[in-house]
């Protein structure tokens, strides 16, 4: 069941992010539903064979949302699930950000925001040139879009047509420093990329069903890339949590990691008992 597996791998990010000490927590808590449908039922890859050429390619934008991928790949089988507790230590495969040929499953190295969709434009283009039929899927934080390269790459896509791309973007209303609408507005998002010749589809990013079907349809569009705008809560599945953007990256005081993994036990039962 996706959203048991969801609430699974929120747990798995509360637990590494407390253990470090310090890492972004309330972005990788909203995209959970979305990780767990992309590893779990949509993509196409094998983690036994990370590099297995006909994987579809998933490009993390956002890098310092990684602790929710790296929850991911653990749960999947790419590296052993007690990995995971070494995030963020010196020596670790599990940096701050994602480091490309570190660890098995890691497509890119990301960091500096805005500059995935680029990358993920140059593998989407690389693929048709070699007649490959995999996909791409780039996923983007909604803050990162007030970043200049972002829509150089947009243009560049739908100039292309480069319809084995489909962009995911947190629209989460969030960044470090505060609500997005009030840092830098970026509505409507939805206008601007349909401005710049793409499909674009909003869902509920909790939903997985929603996200799924989007999925789908993606891939029946065939002139253009395809834009997925998921409205997700930030902190998502934790009370105190969501929609406070001072958890984009905050430590847990003493307590919080245990109150908030408690709070995950009920959402899990209640998930597991509406499924019976």
Known sequence: MLEETATDLRRSVIETVSHAGSGHIAGPLGMADIFSALYFHALKHNPKRPNWPLRDRLVLSNGHICPIQYA??????????????????????????????????????????????????????????????????????????????VWEAAMFAARHRLSSLTAIIDRNNIQIDGMTEDV???????????????????????????????????????????????????????????????????????????????ELRTLKKTIVSEHE
């Open 72 to 149: 991911a790949l653990a749960h999947a089988g790419y590296f052993p699930k007690k990995e995971l507790m070494t995030l963020r230590q010196l020596g670790t495969r599990l940096q701050g950000h994602p480091h490309r040929g570190a660890l098995p499953g890691v497509e890119t190295t990301s960091g500096p925001l805005g500059s995935g969709l680029s990358q993920a434009c140059g593998m989407a283009l690389a693929a048709r040139l070699d007649g490959a039929r995999h996909r791409v899927y780039c996923l983007m934080s909604d803050g990162e879009h007030q970043e200049g390269n």
């Open 184 to 262: 830098m507005p970026l509505e409507s998002l939805r206008a601007k990329y349909e401005s710049f010749n793409w499909h674009v589809l909003e869902i509920d990013g909790h939903n997985i069903e929603q996200f799924v079907d989007a999925l789908h349809e993606a891939r029946a569009i065939y002139e253009r890339p395809t834009a997925i705008i998921a409205h997700t809560i930030p902190g998502k599945g934790v009370d105190f949590m969501e929609f406070d953007y001072h958890w984009h990256s905050k430590p847990f005081k003493p307590g919080e990691a245990a109150k908030a993994i408690a």
